[in-house]
């Protein structure tokens, strides 16, 4: 098992396989994707490697991530690549959800386990303001279809806006009251470029973890392989909320994932470093080199970001390593 000088173990990864997204979210990419960087992404052999390295190193959940994971033709044949990996338990993508409907079943038979979807809105006119795209009812169409092929563990994630979606919490509310599906409430981080739209926008998550602990609402116990969301469940809904809440005291203490980006770089946290280069292993095929380079860039790990005192490290945008 990975294990950090803080004692905190590892069995998290989430990969991004693209650093490109088509959509326009006003807190990540308000102006779309701008091709600042080389695109020769990791390929299906190198994922190989590095997804075989991490197995071995005790990772048992990958989450695939972008950019938009889905802009990529060969998505399906990464997913099968990580299941079929020894070692591997879990295979989840976090998507925007524009070609869910038409890929999901394909994604389900390669071996995908669990689905994370983009809705920062329930509301049409709001999401497109949010997003610049008229997507949102081909994407919640996306989401009844994993219902009915049964995937058990469907979420939508929103990103918490002051001025746009806050004060939507009853609708969503509304949806998951007959739907087994997690809500996932985001606070909205600060990035490289959006510090003016941090300032006017941030909104605490706990204001809404009040509201549903004062409405009956009770916390979950945290499964070993979850993410940093709190989650809450209610007898008279079928779905979940859960809240990431990375401006917490304590947040980084159960840390427990780590980050690739597209490009083969490790990263030991979202706001750190400019990250670790594995792409000489991983292109030689090296899996016992790529997992002591890993282990070695471990060792640098801190106890927490710093986002509270405003240091968000190299991050310019959520897209550069998938959030």
Known sequence: MLTDQ???????????????????????????????????????NEIATLVSAFAQLGIKKIRLTGGEPALRKDLTDI?????????IEQVA?????????????QWQQAGLDAINISAD?????????????????????????????GFQKIKLNAVLLKQFNYRQLNDYLAWIQRRKVTVRFIELM????????????HVSGELIKQQLLNSGWQQ?????????????????YQGNIGLIMPY????????????????????LCLFTEQGHNLRAWLTAGDI???????????????????????????TQHLAMIGG
């Open 6 to 44: 803080f004692n905190r173990q590892f069995n998290y990864l989430r990969l991004s396989i693209t650093d490109v997204c088509n959509f326009s979210c006003n807190y990540c990419l308000p102006d779309g994707y701008q091709c600042t960087t080389p695109r020769n992404f990791l390929t299906p």
């Open 79 to 87: 997913i099968a690549l990580c299941k079929q990996t020894t070692g």
């Open 93 to 105: 993508i976090t998507t925007n959800g524009f070609n869910l409907i038409n890929h999901v079943e």
């Open 121 to 149: 809105s329930l509301d049409t006119r709001l999401f497109h303001s949010i997003t610049g795209h008229n997507k949102l009812p081909k994407i919640l169409a996306g989401v009844e279809r994993a219902q009915i092929l």
């Open 190 to 201: 600060e990035v490289g470029n959006n510090k003016r739209f941090f300032k006017d926008n």
């Open 220 to 236: 979950k116990i945290r499964h070993q392989l979850a993410g940093p969301a709190q989650e809450f469940y209610h007898p008279d």
């Open 248 to 267: 917490s005291d304590d947040f980084c203490r159960t840390c427990n994932r780590l980050r690739i980006s597209a490009l083969g770089k490790l990263h």
């Open 288 to 314: 016992e080199g790529t997992k002591q380079a890993i282990s070695q860039a471990l060792k640098l790990k801190v106890a927490s970001h710093y986002l509270q005192q405003h240091q968000v490290g190299a």
